[in-house]
């Protein structure tokens, strides 16, 4: 089992910035990749962006050049920076890491708000 906490989110102007942190516990060892989601109402869930445990890197189109994603092995973290944040990216932004097995954990998700 891996238990996942999100932090970061809020209320941001448009240009903004944001960075969105995800501690992992529990059975850490066997973390994969580790993702960022998110869910706008509405709407359907979907993959912003990915980093493998390697450190290879996937973002959503519309995020590319905007958002990075990064971890911390050592620590269990991942991060995802927002900068030059649009009232499009607000949704609740959810962390999921994949283990090894194959099976995939979901954080509670963190609400950002873009708007003047």
């Known amino acids: 089992q891996v238990q996942l906490v999100e932090s970061g989110g809020g209320l941001v102007q448009p240009g903004g910035s944001l960075k969105l942190s995800c501690a992992a516990s529990?059975?850490?060892?066997?973390?994969?990749?580790m993702n960022w989601y998110r869910q706008a109402p509405g709407k359907q869930r979907e993959l912003v962006a990915t980093?493998?445990?390697?450190?290879?890197?996937n973002y959503l189109d519309s995020a590319k050049g905007r958002f990075t994603i990064s971890r911390d092995n050592a620590n269990s973290m991942v991060y995802l920076q927002m900068n030059s944040l649009k009232p499009e990216d607000t949704a609740v932004y959810y962390c999921?890491?994949?283990?090894?097995?194959?099976?995939?954990?979901w954080g509670q998700g963190t609400q950002v708000t873009v708007s003047s």
């Open positions: 529990g059975k850490t060892s066997g973390i994969h990749s």
């Open positions: 980093i493998t445990r390697g450190g290879s890197t």
């Open positions: 999921n890491v994949l283990v090894n097995s194959g099976i995939g954990y």
